[in-house]
C-alpha cells in the first residue's frame, strides 16, 4: 500500500514538472523595446512624430533627436570595431549640446553587433560601442548619472539580412530618452 501511494505521489509530481515546462519564448523573455516616439509632435510640419525635450524652444527641446526615424540618436560602427566615425561625433556633439542643457534628461544607450561573431563576443563589442559614446558624452560634459549603457549584441538586429548592407545597420549604438 505505502509503495503504490508514494509511487502515485511520485507520477503526480513528475506530470505536474513535465506539465510547467514548454518551449522557451524568447520574445516573453526579452525586454519589451522602447518606443521612442512616443512623445508630442510641437511644431514639426513633417507629419513625424517626434520626442521633445523639457526647454520651451524647439532647439532646446531635442526634436528630432530622439526620433528613430531620422536616426540622430544611432551612431554607426565600421565592423569589429568601438571607435566612433566623423558622423558619430557630429551627432554626439548634438546629443550632448542637448542633455547639458537638460541635466533632468536621462538616456540608455545601447550596444548592438551584427550577427558575425560569437555571441559572447558580439555582446563585449556591443558595450564597448556603448561605453564609447558614454566616454564621448562625458567628455563633452554630460553627467554619468544621465547616462546609463546596455549591450544587446547581436540579439536586436535593426535590418534582417546576410549581407554587408544589412550587417552596416546593425553595427550601432543607440541613445534611447528615457
Given at each position: 500500500?505505502?509503495k503504490?501511494?508514494?509511487?502515485?505521489?511520485?507520477?503526480?509530481?513528475?506530470?505536474?514538472?513535465?506539465?510547467?515546462?514548454?518551449?522557451h519564448?524568447?520574445?516573453?523573455?526579452?525586454?519589451?523595446p522602447?518606443?521612442?516616439?512616443?512623445?508630442?509632435?510641437v511644431?514639426?510640419?513633417?507629419?513625424?512624430p517626434?520626442?521633445?525635450?523639457?526647454?520651451?524652444?524647439?532647439?532646446?527641446?531635442?526634436?528630432?533627436?530622439?526620433?528613430?526615424?531620422?536616426?540622430?540618436?544611432?551612431?554607426?560602427?565600421?565592423?569589429d570595431?568601438?571607435?566612433?566615425?566623423?558622423?558619430?561625433?557630429?551627432?554626439?556633439?548634438?546629443?550632448?549640446?542637448?542633455?547639458?542643457?537638460?541635466?533632468?534628461a536621462?538616456?540608455?544607450?545601447?550596444?548592438?553587433?551584427?550577427?558575425?561573431?560569437?555571441?559572447?563576443?558580439?555582446v563585449?563589442?556591443?558595450?564597448r560601442?556603448?561605453?564609447?559614446?558614454?566616454?564621448?558624452?562625458?567628455?563633452?560634459?554630460?553627467?554619468a548619472?544621465?547616462?546609463?549603457v546596455?549591450?544587446?549584441?547581436?540579439?536586436?538586429?535593426a535590418?534582417?539580412?546576410?549581407?554587408?548592407?544589412?550587417?552596416?545597420?546593425?553595427?550601432?549604438?543607440?541613445?534611447?530618452r528615457?
Amino acid at each position: 500500500m505505502l509503495k503504490k501511494t508514494l509511487v502515485a505521489l511520485i507520477t503526480v509530481a513528475a506530470m505536474a514538472g513535465c506539465a510547467s515546462k514548454g518551449t522557451h519564448d524568447t520574445q516573453a523573455t526579452m525586454p519589451t523595446p522602447v518606443d521612442s516616439n512616443a512623445g508630442s509632435s510641437v511644431g514639426d510640419t513633417s507629419g513625424q512624430p517626434v520626442q521633445i525635450g523639457d526647454q520651451s524652444d524647439a532647439a532646446s527641446r531635442g526634436i528630432g533627436l530622439f526620433d528613430t526615424n531620422l536616426k540622430a540618436n544611432v551612431i554607426y560602427f565600421a565592423f569589429d570595431s568601438s571607435e566612433i566615425d566623423s558622423d558619430g561625433t557630429a551627432k554626439i556633439e548634438k546629443l550632448a549640446k542637448y542633455l547639458t542643457a537638460n541635466p533632468s534628461a536621462k538616456v540608455r544607450i545601447e550596444g548592438n553587433t551584427d550577427e558575425r561573431g560569437t555571441r559572447e563576443y558580439n555582446v563585449g563589442l556591443g558595450e564597448r560601442r556603448a561605453n564609447a559614446v558614454q566616454s564621448a558624452l562625458q567628455a563633452r560634459g554630460v553627467s554619468a548619472q544621465q547616462l546609463s549603457v546596455i549591450s544587446y549584441g547581436e540579439e536586436r538586429p535593426a535590418a534582417a539580412g546576410h549581407d554587408e548592407a544589412a550587417w552596416a545597420q546593425n553595427r550601432r549604438a543607440v541613445v534611447v530618452r528615457q
